[in-house]
């Protein structure tokens, strides 16, 4: 009697998700208890934190500061996602083609992905001076004449967008250009049979196909936008005033700057309440927990 064949189909069993079970306690669960319990107490990075109960929150909630930041960070994170999304999603159908040039530019384009964070801010800041940088030649060109463009909150905000955009759009590209070449040419060749134009093409196929990515690329950057700080502080340093102070910013300026470790920890804290809340609010009504294949039924 032959022996029977292993079952192919079994899924792996519980201990293969042990080794990243336990680095994402260690490094991710273990910290977030530890600043949640910190946001209870008072503490200057010094000796032992002294319990405070509810006055790190109660402050929170009536800081004026706190709520202008929340205003800015909120602004910061519409512009971004307006200005991110279109233009990721026809960079990517564009770098989806199969002409040689665009692989060579998408190479290129996609560089800055490559960098930091920190290298990114560092490399604008000089480029944004207003004596030596470029800004000196654009500055005239947009209205400022002496170059400045982090002389203004307006300026100083959309500076901040460029600077997000140039980061984070080769990124969200590369999500759209994976999925723009996983849509079945037969598609395509079935619309232009019917006389559909470009346009339309792109309208009624393209579009459509890339509903799940276009869902999954905004949850990206929405709750991304929660986690603006180092371009921020080499920038702009939250100036002029408080014009790009976002919320993990004031967290910073709290606990590193005026050493309230845990006032800081009670605003890290609600950004982590404000990013599970939006990511479950934009999973509940943008169908994200219902996705389904884009090709089913061809």
């Not at 800081?63 to 512009?79: H, K």
């Not at 998408?106 to 490559?114: G, I, M, N, R, T």
């Not at 980061?167 to 060749?189: G, N």
């Not at 967290?251 to 804290?269: D, K, L, V």
């Amino acid at each position: 009697m032959s022996e029977r064949a292993p079952d192919r189909t079994t899924r792996p069993g519980v201990w293969y998700a042990v080794p990243a079970m336990v680095f994402f306690g260690l490094f991710a669960l273990v910290p977030l208890v530890a600043v949640v319990v910190l946001s209870f107490t008072h503490w200057n990075g010094l000796g032992d934190p002294q319990p405070a109960g509810l006055e790190n929150w109660e402050r929170l909630a009536s800081d004026p500061t706190v709520l202008d930041s929340l205003r800015i960070t909120v602004l910061l994170g519409v512009v971004c996602w307006l200005v991110q999304t279109p233009l990721s999603l026809l960079l990517g159908v564009w770098a989806a083609g199969p002409q040689r040039n665009r692989a060579v530019l998408s190479a290129v384009f996609f560089l800055p992905l490559l960098l930091s964070g920190a290298a990114v801010a560092i490399v604008w800041r000089s480029l944004l001076d207003p004596n030596f940088g470029l800004a000196s030649v654009l500055g005239p060109l947009v209205g400022i004449p002496d170059g400045n463009l982090l002389g203004s909150s307006t300026s100083a905000l959309l500076v901040i967008v460029a600077v997000v955009a140039w980061q984070f759009v080769p990124f969200h590209t590369l999500l759209y250009q994976a999925a723009a070449r996983r849509i079945p040419r037969q598609l395509y060749e079935a619309a232009r049979m019917d006389g559909a134009t470009r346009l339309h093409q792109f309208r009624h196929i393209t579009l459509p196909q890339l509903r799940n990515t276009i869902i999954t690329s905004s949850l990206l950057m929405v709750v991304g936008s929660l986690t603006y700080f180092e371009t921020i502080l080499i920038v702009t340093d939250g100036g002029p005033g408080r014009a790009t102070e976002v919320l993990p910013f004031r967290m910073y300026e709290a606990g590193f700057r005026s050493y309230e470790m845990g006032y800081g920890a009670a605003i890290a804290s609600a950004l982590v309440l404000i990013g599970t809340l939006l990511s479950l609010v934009m999973v509940r009504f943008s169908g994200f927990s219902k996705m389904r294949s884009t090709l089913e039924g061809l």
